[in-house]
């Protein structure tokens, strides 16, 4: 009933930069909290950035903070995130999630289907 699709990964430069996007649709009501997570190869997945419904509430982890910046439009039911001065530990499969209530059911936990970043000379 819900989807999230991510889109604008790819490969880019050491120093480079890249913005995703999170499109939700389906029967939505309203979204709560989304988010941002990343697995890279061979290690579990992890948090990333946060944004309220509300978008002065936002939070990073320590390695992305100053250089990710998270935004959403609630009007597009969209979270994006722009990545700058990427690194290639930023090498990793990002996931798109969020809390979304739908007509037909209570607030629910979703997730993308992931993105590739790879950052790379």
């Known amino acids: 009933q819900v989807q999230l699709v991510e889109s604008g990964g790819g490969l880019v430069q050491p120093g480079g930069s890249v913005r995703l996007s999170c499109a939700a649709s389906?029967?939505?009501?309203?979204?709560?909290?989304m988010r941002w997570y990343r697995q890279a190869p061979g290690k579990e997945r992890v948090f990333v950035a946060g944004?309220?419904?509300?978008?002065?509430?936002?939070s990073y982890i320590p390695s992305v903070k100053g250089r990710f910046t998270i935004s959403r439009d609630n009007a597009k039911n969209t979270v994006y995130l722009e990545m700058n001065s990427l690194k290639p530990e930023d090498t990793a499969v990002y996931y798109c999630?969020?809390?979304?209530?739908?007509?037909?059911?209570?607030?629910?936990?979703?997730w993308g289907q992931g993105t590739q970043v790879t950052v790379s000379s």
């Open positions: 999630n969020a809390d979304v209530s739908t007509v037909v059911d209570s607030p629910r936990n979703y």
């Open positions: 389906g029967s939505i009501l309203s979204i709560g909290a």
């Open positions: 944004i309220r419904w509300s978008e002065r509430y936002t």
